[in-house]
């Protein structure tokens, strides 16, 4: 299971667009990149799953460099509703040995 | 369709108790997980299971048992408890048809041990 490193913490404004890159330099061939979301008292929750390139579904996009070392998660306009935990995950299993401490967003009016 | 359920919600124990955490799911899921997760951390895997009968350790087993004896239910047991176990507990289950590894996660369960 490839080990991740994700930025501890981001703010932003309501509105605007938000990305949270990861990095998975020694990402295997049949690991994917997987990003949950978290919010307080809650389990995770799964928001997008991709190998490479472009990803795109309802609630963010994910998009994969051809060396797959790194990936953005992208959350267009964000809400104060945003305002959670971010889990970034390359495995091929879609299961972690430890999430890591995720990317901690705050959204603010 | 409930997803991931976990009983109990919450619960205080005393050091050397022991308890049950149930966890059930119902979307016919082969995959089944533990995991904890303690204040300002991300989650560690406990164990996990591969299907009905068959379980395995992940980043953090000592001092818990599973089972599952049915292909819905998971169970993690602490048999004497210690304050270094007190924790959020979730449990997830995922499939593994196709390529999607999604995970669902039940609700949790914070286990308090004095």
């Known amino acids: 299971l490839a080990k991740t490193t994700q930025p501890i913490s981001m703010d932003s404004y309501e509105g605007q667009e938000v990305n949270i890159t990861c990095s998975h330099n020694n990402i295997a061939t049949n690991d994917y990149i997987t990003w949950y979301q978290q919010f307080p008292s809650q389990g995770p929750r799964f928001i997008i799953q991709?190998?490479?390139t472009k990803v795109t579904n309802e609630v963010a996009s994910l998009f994969i460099p051809a060396d797959r070392k790194s990936s953005t998660l992208s959350l267009p306009r964000v809400s104060l509703s945003d305002t959670a935990v971010y889990y970034c995950?390359?495995?091929?299993?879609?299961?972690?040995?430890?999430f890591g401490k995720g990317t901690s967003l705050l959204v603010t009016p | 369709n409930a997803g991931v359920t976990q009983t109990p919600k919450f619960r205080v124990l005393k050091t050397g108790q022991s308890m049950t955490l149930l966890c059930a799911q119902d979307m016919n899921h082969e995959y089944m997980y533990w995991y904890r997760q303690d204040p300002g951390m991300g989650l560690r895997l406990i164990h996990y299971s591969v299907g009905e009968g068959t379980t395995a350790k992940g980043e953090v087993p000592d001092g818990y048992n599973v089972s599952r004896l049915k292909k819905q239910n998971f169970l993690l047991g602490l048999e004497s408890a210690a304050p270094s176990q007190t924790s959020v507990y979730f449990c997830?289950?995922?499939?593994?048809?196709?390529?999607?590894?999604?995970?669902?996660f039940g609700p949790g369960t914070r286990l308090t041990v004095t």
């Open positions: 991709g190998y490479k």
């Open positions: 995950l390359a495995s091929n299993s879609g299961y972690a040995l430890n």
């Open positions: 997830a289950s995922s499939t593994r048809q196709g390529e999607l590894r999604e995970q669902y």
